[in-house]
């Protein structure tokens, strides 16, 4: 044995035979913390003062545990960590990362898919129904023309282009008086609208009646949780939200909440009886109201309310969502913007590479420059994309492995096009769309607020 092994050794022992047993962890929030000698203590980090740290181990029993006794991780690690994480660890990891979110006062949407992976939502457009896309991928919103015309609005002359993967497109701009996301309004906006048919055959549909573009996530603070299958926004990011959070305040501190007879509430519950749920409304007024008047999801939520909410409420509101996810054990990686766009770093056949992050690609999709150049199996140009603009020839192309992180997917098979309308696209900056098939395989989730991507391999 080292010297001044044993010492350290018998010091974990002393303590935790002194310590007092506290309650029962989740298995994922334990650490493997290391001594300086290389003793490996799996433990959860409860307490800390400037100088030392209060670990829990597996038996339920606490230690005291100099920081100076720690590997140079470990110390950085509870040196960072903050006593709110504790108290979501013990007591509200139950949870659910919705539940959280919506706690913080976002408004979540079900997103859905369309013969493929690109996500949808639900929208008015000038106060009509509109089926919106959300594209990461998309620098602008778009409209579809003949919709926006259907819809009462007047588009301009196609005079602009817009570009895509597939080449290029005329567009007009058109005045929208109103675009509504659930309680988010915006008001008199300025968007393309352009045919996202062009090129397709006769008799063609299109999915979408416009494109949801990143200047609205942005705006939205969004998050977009591929796990939930649910988007998650901040209406009173937006020009007028519904629920008047804009003159209220209370923007962090309360949850939406719709009834059947279409009205919107916001508040806290403060208790609850299996039928009847008491709310903390904003500006301070206490109602009463039965569960089965709000609409379902709403009646689900205030069925499986529980003190864990109350809990998350009253110590946990300045935890980030980068904290809450890499507490359950997400990764995470930082994206840059470039300009809209969204890009993160990963590999490529073991090559160091960036992606741009697409919710709008169903599939994920490679520069045929840099398939060839990072020595995928790139076959004959004998296929199609499609996207705005028209088609282009594309080729399936073999994927030895793509890496994010942790994350490792091998032998996948995308099909490779040329990204740009020049002569040469080998030196854009990224390699490929990270499309919607990758994220939600990896159950990505993405936050516009921190500039963070999440993804977790099960």
Avoid at 89 to 118: D, P, V
Avoid at 377 to 391: H, S, Y
Avoid at 442 to 451: K, P, R, V
Wanted: charged fraction near 25%.
């Amino acid at each position: 044995m080292k010297p001044g092994c044993f010492p350290f050794i018998l010091l974990w022992i002393l303590l935790a035979a002194a310590a007092i047993a506290q309650q029962k962890v989740p298995e994922q929030a334990y650490r493997n913390f290391k001594g300086p000698n290389g003793t490996v203590i799996p433990a959860v980090l409860m307490d800390k003062t400037d100088t030392e740290a209060v670990l829990q181990m597996r038996n339920g029993k606490q230690i005291k545990v100099a920081f100076d006794k720690l590997n140079e991780d470990d110390q950085a690690y509870c040196k960072a960590w903050s006593k709110e994480k504790a108290v979501f660890l013990q007591k509200c990891r139950g949870l659910t990362i919705r539940q959280c979110l919506e706690l913080r006062g976002y408004e979540s949407f079900t997103f859905h898919f369309e013969n493929g992976n690109a996500i949808f939502i639900d929208g008015k457009l000038n106060g009509k129904p509109a089926k919106l896309l959300v594209d990461t991928g998309a620098g602008t919103s778009l409209l579809h023309a003949p919709f926006a015309t259907s819809v009462g609005l007047t588009v301009g002359p196609m005079d602009e282009k817009i570009l895509g993967v597939s080449g290029e497109a005329p567009a007009g701009w058109t005045d929208v008086p109103t675009i509504q996301l659930g309680e988010a309004v915006f008001k008199d906006r300025r968007i393309l609208a352009t045919d996202l048919l062009k090129d397709k055959p006769p008799g063609a549909k299109t999915r979408e009646d416009g494109i949801l573009g990143a200047e609205f996530m942005a705006k939205l603070d969004a998050v977009i949780s591929y796990p939930d299958r649910r988007i998650f926004l901040r209406p009173d990011r937006s020009d007028q939200d519904e629920a008047g959070l804009g003159k209220t305040g209370g923007s962090v501190d309360y949850r939406l909440f719709k009834t059947k007879e279409g009205k919107t509430l916001r508040g806290k519950v403060t208790s609850k009886t299996p039928t009847v749920a008491t709310f903390l409304l904003v500006g301070g007024k206490t109602m009463q109201a039965p569960i089965e008047n709000f609409m379902p999801d709403d009646a689900v939520y205030l069925k499986a309310w529980s003190a864990e909410g109350a809990q998350f409420l009253a110590n946990c509101q300045d935890l980030t969502v980068n904290e809450l996810l890499t507490l359950r054990n997400y990764q995470t990686f930082h994206f840059e913007r470039r300009g809209n766009h969204l890009f993160v770093d990963g590999t490529l056949n073991d090559n160091k590479v960036t992606y741009m992050i697409d919710t709008g690609a169903d599939n994920s999709l490679l520069s045929v420059a840099a398939a060839n150049k990072y020595k995928c199996e790139v076959g004959p140009m004998d296929q199609e994309v499609w996207g705005i603009g028209g088609k282009a020839p594309a080729a399936v192309t073999k994927i030895f492995k793509v890496t994010m992180g942790e994350a490792i997917l091998t032998n996948r098979k995308v099909l490779a096009t040329k990204l740009t309308r020049g002569d040469d696209d080998a030196d854009i900056g990224y390699v490929g769309l990270f499309g919607a098939d990758f994220m939600r395989e990896l159950e990505a989730i993405i936050t516009y607020t921190e500039d963070r991507i999440f993804l977790i391999q099960r």
